[in-house]
């Protein structure tokens, strides 16, 4: 058995590789866009943000914790007169526990992404590579490689991607090679329709996942808009779902929406990585199969002023239906003042299914500061725990000391089915940063 | 093996052709004015582009068609940060408190009590869960779902 303190030290030894892997990353990718001449072939700009976070709570075990976390992220770009580009963007986080380091998660982090980008001034040429997100029709992943995309004659376009995939593996394992495609047709004005397929294998090269896809985007008239997509799985032989949303504007204050979407659990969740997704835990029924269908009317009386009235029905082959609705009101004065009152009933034939949901926000800028609070509650029909109502107060205040610092912080007091009253704190540094190299080397700051 | 050869060749040959063919102007890599908060996207753009409105109330819900049909209009403002505040693969703080100041208007997921609410929003769609937890930041699900 490994002592506390060998999982400490490995788990320290985790943290600073990835934060190294992350330097040495950036160093050795960022010099060949710092060796060029810049004065004849166009600017670089570097840009980023570093958010300091701290945070006190009590946990589940009702031990007080202490957690400080670094985001950072930022970009180097260098683009040529041309107008094309190339790019290094860089993305992660790290976490240390101040209080409580008795187990080996106090400490930890991830590299979120980390690539380098061409982008060229004509045919939406991009070319990645590193760690990325790619969101191609079925595709919604991130892997370690590549990714290719460029416009060709006749409104076509096509993308392709190959590389590890980047996922977590608490109960299974999930692929270890992932590739895919989307070749779509569109008139940028009208429509976009696309074909895309994802496939990802294991180390053994067996089928892990064999996805494939259309999607739609109809753009007849300002007035109608609607996107949608169907997925199917090979492996299983069946689809994985149908999702689709149309959006129509009558008269310039009134928003119709409406969705409908069909999902079959067994084609849908196969293969996930936690077993809460599996079939194995029996959370998920395989011989389920969802169908909603959703419509929000949204009207605005007055400029700002919004009112939005929302039904949505969940219906089920084999669980009882329910139903979600209900209506938001909204003032909204942008950087400025926000206001929100909502209020939404769950009906479902299950116990469970059964509760109100009230929601009140509001929001004021004072000259630097933003003062902002917000309450939440739940009322449920049946008591969880032995508690009726679930109910969360925060408050925040903000202040921008000047266009690259802003420090906030917040206070939530709530009371629920698992704590009778909970406290969290949460302290936030916000450092932002532009810097623009120009030819000659003029320098801008924001 | 000569025929795949030429069947390569003559891909090759047309896909150039179609690429020289092409002629489009790209994207802009980055939006020439700074915007804040819920964009409407319709107050300046029209077409495919003006429906993108980020006050629209459907807009959360349809994003993720925006992003997969067109990620080089999405990357004109935002960078894959923005993506990872939610579809990442490890994080440590939930949307909704790591940006508790920047818009409370915004449809910020796990809002309030999430630890109860999660049993029965999983329950009720776990199709929803599953976009961000199903193979990526699910490692504190094994805390209770052994």
Not at chain 1, 388 to 397: F, H, I, M, P
Not at chain 1, 420 to 443: C, N, P, V
Not at chain 2, 69 to 96: L, M, R, T, W, Y
Request: contains cysteine; glycine residues 8%.
């Amino acid at each position: 058995m490994i002592s506390h303190h060998k999982k400490s030290a490995w788990s320290y030894f985790n943290f600073t590789r990835i934060l190294g892997a992350v330097a040495a990353a950036s160093s050795l990718l960022a010099t060949p866009l710092m060796a060029a001449d810049n004065s004849s072939t166009g600017y670089y700009s570097l840009s980023g943000e570093s958010d300091t976070v701290f945070r006190m709570r009590t946990n589940i075990e009702k031990n007080n914790i202490y957690p400080i976390y670094e985001y950072l992220h930022f970009d180097l770009t260098k683009t040529l007169k041309d107008g094309s580009s190339a790019s290094f963007y860089l993305g992660g986080w790290g976490r240390a526990d101040l209080a409580d380091k008795s187990t080996d998660k106090y400490t930890d982090g991830d590299l979120q992404y980390g690539y380098l980008s061409y982008r060229a001034a004509k045919n939406n040429v991009v070319i990645n590579l590193g760690r990325q997100f790619v969101t191609e029709g079925v595709a919604t992943e991130r892997l370690d490689g590549v990714y290719l995309h460029s416009d060709f004659a006749g409104g076509f376009g096509a993308a392709v991607y190959a590389g590890k995939p980047v996922i977590t593996e608490p109960n299974f394992k999930g692929g270890n090679v992932v590739y895919g495609t989307r070749i779509s047709q569109s008139d940028s004005q009208y429509y976009t329709v696309g074909l895309s397929a994802l496939k990802s294998e294991r180390e053994n090269n067996s089928r892990y996942r064999e996805e494939e896809g259309l999607d739609l985007w109809f753009h007849p008239l300002d007035q109608i808009d609607m996107t949608g997509r169907s997925t199917y799985n090979s492996i299983t032989g069946g689809w994985m779902e149908h999702a689709y949303a149309l959006s129509v504007i009558p008269l310039d204050q009134l928003r119709i929406s409406a969705d409908f979407s069909h999902v079959n659990y067994y084609d849908y969740f196969f293969n996930m990585t936690a077993s809460s997704f599996s079939f194995a835990d029996k959370l998920i029924d395989p011989n389920e199969k969802l169908t909603t269908a959703g419509v929000a009317l949204s009207y605005l009386p007055i400029k700002n002023l919004t009112v939005i009235a929302d039904y949505k029905l969940y219906n089920y082959e084999i669980a009882r239906k329910a139903e979600y609705f209900g209506g938001k009101v909204t003032y909204t004065l942008p950087q400025s003042f926000a206001v929100g009152i909502g209020l939404h009933r769950m009906e479902g034939k299950a116990d469970h299914l059964r509760y109100t949901e009230y929601r009140a926000y509001a929001s004021k800028q004072i000259g630097r500061a933003n003062v902002y609070v917000d309450f939440i509650n739940l009322e449920y029909n049946k008591r969880i725990n032995g508690v009726k109502n679930s109910y969360a107060v925060t408050g925040a205040a903000g202040y921008q000391f000047n266009k690259t610092l802003l420090l906030g912080a917040s206070m939530e007091y709530s009371r629920n089915p698992e704590f009778d009253s909970e406290l969290r704190g949460l302290l936030k540094i916000t450092y932002a940063f532009d810097t623009r190299l120009g030819e000659g080397g003029r320098k801008n700051e924001k | 093996m000569r025929s795949k050869f030429y069947i390569l060749m003559v891909l090759a040959l047309a896909l150039s052709t179609l690429y020289a063919c092409a002629n489009t102007n790209s994207i802009i890599r980055k939006h020439p004015e700074a915007l804040a908060g819920l964009t409407a996207c319709s107050e300046c753009h029209e077409s495919t582009l003006g429906a993108m409105n980020h006050q629209a109330t459907d807009f959360y819900k349809r994003h993720g068609s925006f992003s997969g049909a067109n990620p080089q209009v999405c990357a004109a403002c935002h960078q894959q940060s923005f993506c990872s505040d939610c579809h990442s693969h490890k994080e440590g703080i939930k949307p909704s408190e790591k940006f508790f100041i920047d818009a409370p208007e915004r449809n910020l997921p796990h809002r309030g009590d999430y630890l109860t609410q999660h049993r029965i929003d999983g329950r009720v769609n776990p199709v929803a869960c599953a976009k961000c937890h199903g193979r990526q930041n699910n490692e504190r699900c094994k805390t209770c779902h052994r």
